[in-house]
Structure formats: C-alpha cells, structure tokens
C-alpha cells in the first residue's frame, strides 16, 4: 500500500483510496474512484479505450502513473459534455458510430482532443488524429461522418 | 460513401422497419454509462484468475497448490478434482477438460484458478502454485495428425471430422484446369471488450448468478449445469454488456471457473481476462490449407471441381466438424457446378484450439475458390467478372451437396452493382499526406514506387445452423396499458439487435413505447448471436409473438367496433376495418388491458450430410460481391487499400444505418484477414498474444466503402430480411488479395501467386520479382 | 513505494542521488511492464514537472531538446524545419496518445533495437547530455546505448538533454511496418546528406542490437556525392545501386516474429536506395 494522495478529474479533487504502488490512472479510475468509462482492452498503449485528456493533452490512462499526475487536471469521458452529452457524442449517435461501443469511450476523449485542435480536420487529419483508437466493430466510417458533421455544425455550415 | 436506402434518423419517423433508428443504447455508451461485464461489482467481491500451461503439450507430474493458499488475500485454490460435475465442455462433443488433468494440450490451458482479496494476491497465488510438468513432442502438423499412424494427443483421436463430397460425374475433366494451393493462417476475432464475467453464488451454494458477456446464454447454461451438478434452473445467467464477439465468445472461457470460485468461497467473485490472456483464452478461425483444382469447359464454364481442405481445429474440437461442414458444402462459391469430388479434414494438434470466427469456414473456402476463378479467367482469357458472370448462381441451382439452393440469390445483380459502384477519384499515390501511400506515416514510399490494382470477390454464405441443428429463438411480447416490453435472450454484441426488436414491434403493433426487458434466461433460448442468425431467428421470434399479441388486439377491436377481427388490420397507429376504413387508436384499444405471448420460432428443419457429402443441411444463404482497388509498393511489398465497393443481398434493411454499420465493420475484419492479421504460432507457442504485434487495421487503414444494398426480399425469411453479419467479412478478403495480384502483374509479366493469407510484404516482393513461393515460407 | 515529482533538475538528481529510484517519463515503456504483472518495487521520481528538461531551444546549429520532450514537441517546429528527420521519426511513433507522452530521452534510455529516433540522432552524431548529481557527461549516441535494451546510463544519471546538430542538406527517416500507422519499425532508416561537411551518413535500426552506422557505404556516398574537389556531382543509378548493397552489408538482421533476416536486408537496400534517390534529386534542383 502507498501513501493515500489526491487527483483532480472532471474539475473535482478525489482521494484515492487504498492505492496499490505504481499503478496506472487507468486502474485508479477504474477501480478506486469508480468511474468506469474509461475502459481496459489492452493495458499497453495500443488501442485507445483507456484515453483521457491530461491538462488537455491525450493520453493512455493505462501508461499513465496515477500517482505522478496528482497536480494535473484529468478528464475522463465521464467529464465531456455540458449537461452530461456534448455535440460530438450526440454525433456518434447519430450517425450509427456506435455498435458495441466498448472502444467508444476512448474515441470520444480523442475526438474532443481532435476538434478542439484541429477545427477544420481533413479526413486525413482525423485519420491521423485518431489513428491511436482502434474500433473492431465499425470499420470507422460512421465515425468519420460523425466528426464530420460536428465540424461542419461547429463551423456553422449548414449540412 | 454512397448507399441506395435512407438514413435519416428515428427523429423523423417512427422508428418502425426501414427506417435508420438509432441504438437505444447509444447514449449510455457514448457518456461511458453503458455497463459491460467488466464494469460489474458487488460488495465483497473476490478476484479470480487462472493458472494456465506453458506448454503446447505436457503431462502433468505433480500439482502443489498449498503454497497458494499460504499468501496473505488469497482465498481459495481450486484444480480439476474440485470440479463438481462433469470435467467437461464443448459445443459439440464435451472433449474439453474444464480444469486439466494429468495432461495439457496447448499453451493457455488452464490448470487452477484462485480467488483472492486484489489482483495482486491472485498474481502472487498464481505463481506460488507449484506444478511439475513433463513436456511431451506437440503434435503441430495437421498433415500428420491426418495420419492414423500419428499418436493421438487425444482419447477421441486426432481427426476430429473427416467429410467427403461427391457430385456427379467424378471423371469429367475440362478444356481448362487450374490449380492452386492456399495456406491461410489464424485470425483472431480480437473484441476489444476482454472476457469478463461476475458469479454470485445463492446462500448455501444451491445455484449462482453469472453476469457474463457471451454469445448464447442458454448454451453456457446447460454447460455450466453439467459441469457445477446444480440443474440448469439454479444457474441463472444474465447477459452482461458484450464488447464484440466475432465468435469467439461462443465457445466457455471464464463461466465455469468463475461460477466454481463463487460457490466455494461463497462470494461474489470477478474473472477479467487481460489481454494476452485472451489470446489464448478462447477459440479462434481455423488455419486451413486448401487446394483446388477448377475444370472448365472451352467456354469457361465450370465442369468440375476437385477440392482438398485441412483445417487445423488445434487442441479441442469446439465446432470445428460444423466449420469443415461449411467450409467443403461451400467449395464452388456463388457458381454453378455439376461436378465435384472435395475431402475435407479437420483435425486436432496442440496449437491452439479453433472454432467460430464470423464467415465460418466459409472465409476460408472462399479465399480459395475466388482465386481459382481469378486463374481460370486468366487461363480463359476472360476478365475476372465475365468468368463470374458466365457461372453464376441463380435461385434453383444446386449446390455440390446437391442442396437446391432456393434463397433470392441475386449474384449476378451483386456482381453488376459492385461493377458500377464508381471507382475512387483518389489519383495514384496522392502525396499530401503520408497515409495516402502505401507505408503510411513509415515515409517509406515515393509516388513513382506505386502500382494499382483491383480486384473482385463474390461469395455464398449460409444462414443460420446447418445438418439438423434446430437453432430456434424466443421472444415474449407483453403490451401493459399500451407499455410495450419484450423479453429475449438474444445476446446483444454490438450488432444492434436491441434496436432493431423495437422497431419491428412498433411496426406490427402500431405501439411506440417499447422497452427491453434485462437479456436473460428468464425466457427461452434465442440461440447463438453468430450465423448471420439474429435478424431472422430473433427477429422472427419477436415477430411472430408481436403478431400473436396483435391478434388478440384485433380481436378486442372487432369486439368494440363491430364484425370479425380478419376485418381489421394495423396500420400506422391505428387499428382500422378494411372494408369501410373506420379507425381507432391502438393505444386506446389496449388501455388497461395486458397482453403476453410468448413464441418460439423455428427455421425448416435441414439434414446431415451423408458420406457423400449429399444432403440439404444448410437453411438458407445470403451473397454478397466486392471490390477492391489498392496502390501496391511491389519492392517493399507494402499495400494502401484506396476504396471497397460492395453489392450485398440482404433481402430487406430493417434498419439501413445499422446494416451499412455490420458491413463496413465486416469489410474491416476481412482486410485484416488480407494483409495484416496472423497469430503467430511457433511450435505450439503463440508469438504475438498484444496489440502492438497482432495489428488489426485502424482508422488509418482503413478506405472509403462504396454500398449498394440489394433489397429482394426472401420469401423465407419472416421479415424479408437475411443476415447480414458475415457476408461483408468473406469475399472482401479474396478482392483485396486478387488486386495485389493485379498490381503486381503490371510490374512483371506471367501469373502471379499470393498462396499465402495474410500476404505478408515479402510475399509481395517475391512474387514481384517472379519467384516461386514454397509452401512453408517464414516471411 | 515513494512516487515524488520534482520541480525542478536539481531536485530531481537529488533524489536520483541514492541509485535506488527509477525515473519516469512518458511511461510508454515502464508502464507496460507495470501492468503486465511486473509491479513497481522501486521508488518513482516522476519527471513529469521539470519543465527545464521537457522544452526545446535552438540555439544557432544545434537544437537543444530536453530528455523529457514529448514526440509532439519534436514533431512541430521548430525541429520541423531544422531537423527535418527527427520531426519525421517522432511523427511516425505510434499514435497521438503516446507521442503526447513518449520522450526522446526515454527513447535513448529503453534503447530499443527499433527505437525511432536512434538511427536519426546516430547519423546526426548528436551528443546526449547526462547528468546526475555530482557530474555531467557528453555521450555519442553509441557510447551511451551498447546493446539491446542497455546504456551505460549510472542508476542516478538522467538524459537532460539531446544536443542535435542542425545541418544543411537533404535528411529524412523511412520506417517500415505493416499497417499504415501504430507500428514497431520492422527497418528503420535514416540518411542525412550534410553539404558543408560533404558527407551522407546513415542511421539504420530494427537490423541490429544497436542503432548501425555504415562507415562504408557513408564512403562511397561521399565519393558518389562529391568529387575529390569538393564539387557536388549527380550519382548514377550504378552508384546508388552499390551504396546501397554497402548499407544491405551493414545491416545485422535477425528473424522474429515480426520479420525475417531477407525482408529486413532487402528492405534496408531498398530505403536507402530511395533515399539517395531524392537526395541526389534535391541536390541536383538546388
């Protein structure tokens, strides 16, 4: 057991109890603070499921130590959204970019993280941005609809 | 991405039959909320895990689990003679040792499970287990374990199925003959939802509850019944969130144990696999060598085929006699031909066990036969599509089974309509941004490097379970004051089934509120989400129950309105005469009244094959056509995949939105299967059980699809519609490996092989540069 | 187990000092072991807050890049325009996730065989800046990464710094792998032509223990570049064919799962054909 300490995810300060020595963000939120979006599919880096945004930035939860980002703000895909749903997971919806959606969590992280940097992302750009997220179920080309048309409404255009 | 149907959403209609109705669940997994079966707990709640064989093959000498019991958390250690039934399971035969006993088969095999407090103390009670192992010479060629002299790694013997397939006239040979040999490797059906299950036990062990992500409720059931003594009553299991299957959760992985544990220790206990473990935790698509041999008449036309399969089924049968069964009945593809002479083997080795992965034999058949048309319109002098044209299937024709096939088979209409899809308006080897070349983000290729190539494919699936299998489905429809709730145990996957049983009671009752119940065996079987069955199995049993509930609402209307309940129908929202066209309200004729039937639905009955290969085993089929156009860098061997088109038969779109989903994803897992996906396996021991060495395509991988649905409604199907789950998985392969060939051959003259599947880069330079392929090549 | 995270260099050699902590970076590579059942015994000190060691400078002909800078920072300029090889290496790790994590200095520390930015700071004769407590050492790439997965870093050293010289001429790196992107380099090859000082060098990875240099087929491209004189000359095909084949010699492949010792062979000739290619294209054009 290591010293009891603190993160700040989706702009509240957590305690984090009984934590368990060097284990990743993916595991505290998980199984220490109960936030269980953010999903396990292959604890290396290689998939995208566990993604969260790190001041911002996107990153695996599974590669991350919890314990060394006690002063970063983390948000999980728990924290997206104004009343709890935001433009791009609506998209997702809609478009049928959902099918088991156990990758689905991590997408969304990545896309927010995407449209926030790249407004007017080519397809290129969100294949680029999104290479990091694998899905099994959708092929990924209603996932691309779907930032597609949350850029396009962003920008004002009509569909 | 063009299609023929509309998408627009529920929003604008209804949400009844046709319509793109978004998932109901869809919400919940877009904010994270959506439970999957790794998301459960319960207070109290142990940890699980599995001790398993480092050995393709080994007796087992000595097995000490004291050690185990002595760490600090650690609860309980469990080996095969605390199995409280039957030491057994599988699909079809039970071969398969719950926990192992005096031998191990393959790598992965579990030997002990334990329970304790954390992870961490399983991981230490994991490795304290002492067992004493006598390696033993694995059995990893399947061409030897054909031979009966071979020494058997199995009381069942090393053959799981042999099946032979006779047709006609065994001595007809044609003006053409081509020949080839396809080594086809094992994909994995890599959900990304890893094997997660929670059993809790009932106070005083008399029966548990396991929340588990499955393919078949029912199945797991009467497994887990044999193997825990309880009757199937006291096992009740509800189907947990499911993150994909693919198949390969049709097969027990973690039921068994996690239910053992539960009731020993009398908590709940969590089994999660990690991902390695998964690799080895559950069956995955047979590696096959097939060889072919296509006759053909002066006119291309096909007279015979001579076919060879050998599927290796690794340790334990599964339903590796059901995959040979559709991979040899499925030897002359969408085509017809009178003659035909095929022996199919599957056996077993101590590589890792094989069963269902989505197409089901058929991949693999159909990887080989669309190749063979691929020579034979090379040695005719015809192009790949007129070959294919010319030998069509059409309803009434048979199959070598001599099975008449009577499902709409459109394969012309597949084959025209993937033709006129429009090709890709992407130049050759746009250089704006890396991933528009072959070698991607790599840089490793410049514009003048590239070569493009198309390709086609067109296949032949069944639908449904074949040779007498009576795989029903069961819905229950209650309407409660105009509540409408369905009850099934139809796994939900990710497939969409959840959204399409609303729309269809909508649709038949003229009701809009419709929920789901929990998906659990508190209702009849539904059957294995797997076989491109749902849609018309489940959907049916939803129908058909839909129906009977509507007859009782017509029949409270005649009642009310006057004459006969045949005098009134649904329509829309109202329930109105037919001959004078007074309506009312649905919801007004079911307020305060409750409604609950419950139906099983069950296909046409089918036969066994008999030793002949002769037999009407399969239910029905569905086709399918693709394209594929892709830039080659033929010295580095690396492959751009620049667009699919596809034409599918499927009958009727329930929900068009969801159908483009199941195709797109399908097209996905086929081109891991051409250039990407391999397990690795290397005298019985798996290379690359990770994500950074198993590659499935990403976004970046992955082109345009073009879609044509092709909508004939089958007169056999109970909504018209035909799955639609395996058909874009199965001929997409062959097409992107026949436009590599394509490609190739514009560098160098002469036919081009590609036997291997997935065509690795130095196959590509080989075959470039104009050399022979032996048939066992590293890379 | 103690995580601390220092604010700044001298705190964290500080706690380095002992020998006993590991540092982290990006934990693109710890982190794996970690959750593979290899728990941590060791104390952590996290770097994740020293912000001296995770920026970049250019300073003149040298770009300066702290140990802990992300592939991200890397990638952009102004490493972009500069080093143009070492913004493409870091573009092609993995995926967004792990470049906003990964370091170059974590990569020089695993010292993976297939580490991306090896052969290019290799054929760039960059210098790694190391530090501990009590001294600093200038390294070549070779003298700091001596076998597979080994350095000759002391338990209380920590990468500070890559010093990478900004040299005027055509460079790029070339990966191989089998999807389109999120791949470990099957080959990796690196080829910087520096006009000034009239020379080609090449950084080879995946076909070694270590990232290889081809000091012979770095002679014979100097001699295909320039002639005796120091005038620049175009290279023919023969050239190019034979500098390439010296690289092929260089390389030590091994087969694995991933690939076989012909693909690795053919493939490294093949890339370092190319890219002679367009170095002798971009030379001739200017």
């Known amino acids: 057991m290591s010293k009891p300490y603190q993160l700040h995810v989706n702009g509240q300060t957590l305690d984090v109890p009984d934590p368990v020595p060097g284990e990743s963000l993916m595991t505290v939120l998980r199984e220490r603070l109960g936030l269980r979006g953010t999903k396990t599919a292959c604890s290396e880096g290689e998939c995208g499921s566990c993604s969260v945004l790190v001041d911002g930035e996107l990153m695996c939860s599974c590669l991350v130590m919890a314990a060394a980002v006690t002063d970063r703000a983390i948000t999980t895909v728990e924290g997206l959204g104004d009343d709890g749903i935001s433009d791009i997971q609506r998209a997702f919806v809609e478009c049928g970019a959902v099918q088991c959606g156990f990758c689905t969590p991590g997408l969304i992280v990545a896309a927010h993280a995407l449209l926030d940097r790249h407004p007017d992302a080519t397809t290129d750009t969100v294949r680029e941005e999104l290479a990091g997220n694998l899905c099994r179920c959708t092929g990924y080309g209603r996932i691309i609809d779907a930032i597609h048309s949350v850029a396009i409404a962003r920008r004002g255009d009509r569909p | 991405m063009t299609t023929t149907t509309d998408t627009t959403n529920q929003t604008a209609g209804r949400g009844v039959i046709g319509a793109s109705v978004t998932r109901p669940d869809g919400v919940a997994k877009v904010r994270g909320e959506f439970e999957f079966s790794s998301d459960l707990s319960a207070d109290g709640a142990l940890w699980g895990a599995t001790l398993r064989s480092p050995y393709p093959r080994a007796r087992i000498v000595r097995l000490d689990t004291s050690p185990a019991l002595g760490i600090a958390g650690v609860t309980c250690v469990l080996t095969a003679e605390d199995v409280p039934g039957r030491n057994a399971f599988g699909l079809v035969d039970a071969d398969q040792p719950v926990l192992a006993v005096d031998e191990v088969r393959f790598v992965g095999e579990p030997v002990a499970i334990v329970a304790a407090e954390s992870p961490e103390a399983c991981a230490a009670a994991l490795a304290a287990i002492i067992v004493d192992y006598e390696e033993l010479t694995p059995l990893i060629d399947p061409e030897v374990a054909i031979d009966p002299a071979s020494e058997s790694i199995h009381p069942s013997g090393n053959v799981i199925r042999h099946q032979r397939i006779e047709c006609g006239d065994p001595t007809v040979s044609g003006h053409f003959v081509v020949e080839g040999t396809y080594e086809i490797g094992m994909q994995d059906q890599a959900f990304l939802g890893l094997e997660a299950a929670m059993a809790i036990p009932d106070p005083g062990g008399t029966g548990v509850e396991l929340h588990v992500a499955t393919q078949w409720l029912h199945e797991d059931q009467a497994q887990l019944a044999a193997s825990l003594a309880l009757p199937p009553e006291a096992v009740r299991l509800t189907l947990g969130g499911v993150g994909g299957a693919f198949g390969g959760r049709e097969d027990l992985s973690l039921q068994v144990h996690t239910c053992m544990l539960a009731l020993r220790t009398g908590r709940p206990v969590r089994i999660h696999y990690s991902r390695p473990e998964s690799f080895v935790g559950h069956v995955h698509r047979h590696p096959a060598s097939i060889t072919m041999r296509h006759h053909a008449d002066v006119n291309g036309r096909l007279v015979k085929i001579e076919a060879r399969f050998v599927l290796d089924g690794g340790a334990y049968a599964s339903t590796s006699s059901a995959v040979l069964v559709n991979a040899v009945t499925h030897t002359q593809g969408p085509y017809r031909c009178d003659n035909a002479v095929v022996d199919g083997w599957a056996v077993r080795t101590n590589n890792l066990p094989c069963g269902a992965m989505r197409g089901f034999g058929v991949v693999q058949a159909c990887i080989a036969h669309e190749a063979q048309m691929d020579k034979l319109a090379e040695a005719c002098g015809m192009s790949p599509l007129e070959v294919r044209r010319i030998n069509a299937m059409a309803t009434g024709d048979r199959l070598i089974t001599g099975q008449i096939v009577e499902s709409v088979a459109p394969v012309l209409r597949c084959i025209d309509e993937t033709d006129r899809l429009p090709l890709p308006d992407v130049p050759l080897a746009p250089a704006d941004h890396p991933y528009g070349l072959p070698g991607g983000a790599g840089l490793t290729t410049t514009p003048s490097d590239v070569v493009r190539g198309i390709g086609y494919g067109v296949s032949i699936k069944n639908l449904m379970y074949s040779e007498g299998f009576d795989d029903f489905s069961t819905a229950r429809c209650i309407v409660d004051n105009g509540q409408v709730t369905l009850k099934f145990a139809t796994a939900e996957v990710g497939q969409g089934f959840v959204t399409i049983a609303p729309q269809i009671a909508r649709t038949v009752l003229g009701l809009d509120a419709v929920d789901i119940d929990t998906i659990d065996t508190g209702v009849g079987s539904a059957g294995s989400t797997s076989a491109s069955r749902q849609t018309w199995m489940s959907g049916g049993a939803v129908d058909a129950a839909c129906r009977k509930v509507r007859e009782k609402i017509l029949e409270a209307a005649a009642a009310q309105m006057g004459g006969a309940s045949v005098e009134y129908t649904v329509d829309n929202t109202d329930v109105v005469h037919l001959g004078d066209g007074r309506r009312m309200p649905v919801v007004d004729i079911v307020r305060d009244r409750l409604y609950d039937e419950t139906v099983e639905y069950h296909h046409r009955p089918t036969v066994p094959l008999d030793q002949s290969g002769r037999g009407d085993c399969h239910t029905a089929f569905a086709f399918a056509a693709h394209r594929a156009v892709v830039d080659v860098d033929v010295e580095l061997g690396l492959v751009k995949v620049i667009q699919i088109a596809t034409a599918q038969d499927v009958g009727r779109a329930l929900n068009p939105l969801s159908v483009i989903g199941q195709i797109e994803g399908g097209i996905a897992q086929g081109l891991g299967l051409a250039v990407y996906e391999e397990i690795i396996m290397d005298g019985g021991h798996i290379r690359n059980a990770s994500f950074t060495d198993y590659l499935l395509p990403t976004i970046a991988d992955m082109p345009p699809v073009e879609i044509a649905l092709i909508e004939e409604p089958d007169p056999q199907a109970p909504l018209g519609a035909k799955g639609v789950g395996e058909p874009p998985c199965i001929s997409v392969t062959p097409a992107v490996i026949a436009a590599i060939r394509d490609a190739i051959s514009q560098v160098r003259p002469g036919p081009v092989d590609l036997p291997h599947i997935p065509v690795r880069p130095m196959d590509i330079v080989r075959a470039a540069r104009g050399e022979s392929l032996s048939r066992a090549m590293a890379d | ?286």
């Open chain 3, 1 to 286: 187990m103690l995580v601390s995270t220092p604010r700044s260099l001298e705190e964290a050699l500080a706690a380095l000092g002992d020998g006993s902590c590991r540092p982290l970076a990006g934990g693109t590579d710890l982190m794996v072991a970690v959750n593979h059942g290899h728990p941590m015994t060791s104390d952590v000190v996290s770097l994740d807050r020293v912000d001296e060691i995770r920026g970049l400078t250019l300073d003149g002909d040298v770009v300066r890049i702290g140990g802990a800078a992300t592939w991200t920072l890397i990638a952009d300029e102004p490493v972009r325009s500069t080093v143009p090889a070492l913004a493409q290496a870091a573009r092609t790790v993995g995926s967004p996730q792990i470049r906003n994590a990964g370091t170059i200095g974590g990569n020089i520390a695993t010292a993976s065989p297939a580490g991306d930015s090896l052969g290019v700071l290799a054929a760039l004769d960059a210098t790694v800046e190391v530090r501990s407590a009590s001294c600093t050492r200038l390294m070549a790439i070779p003298d700091v990464i001596i076998g597979p997965k080994v350095t000759s870093l002391e338990a209380d050293e920590l990468i500070v710094a890559v010093h990478v010289p900004v040299v005027r001429g055509w460079q790029s790196y070339a990966k191989v792998g089998v999807r389109n992107a999120m791949v470990i380099a099957t080959v990796g090859v690196a080829t910087v032509v520096n006009e000034e000082a009239r020379s080609v060098s090449f950084g080879l990875t995946s076909v070694g223990p270590t990232p290889l240099r081809c000091p012979d087929a770095e002679v014979a491209a100097c001699e295909a570049f320039w002639t005796l004189d120091g005038t620049p000359r175009t290279p023919t095909a023969r050239d190019i064919g034979h500098i390439a084949e010296l690289v092929m010699e260089g390389a030590q492949p091994i087969d694995d799962h991933r690939s076989s010792v012909e693909y690795r062979r053919h493939s490294v000739g093949v890339l370092a054909a190319r890219h002679l290619r367009t170095a002798a294209r971009t030379l001739r054009e200017q």
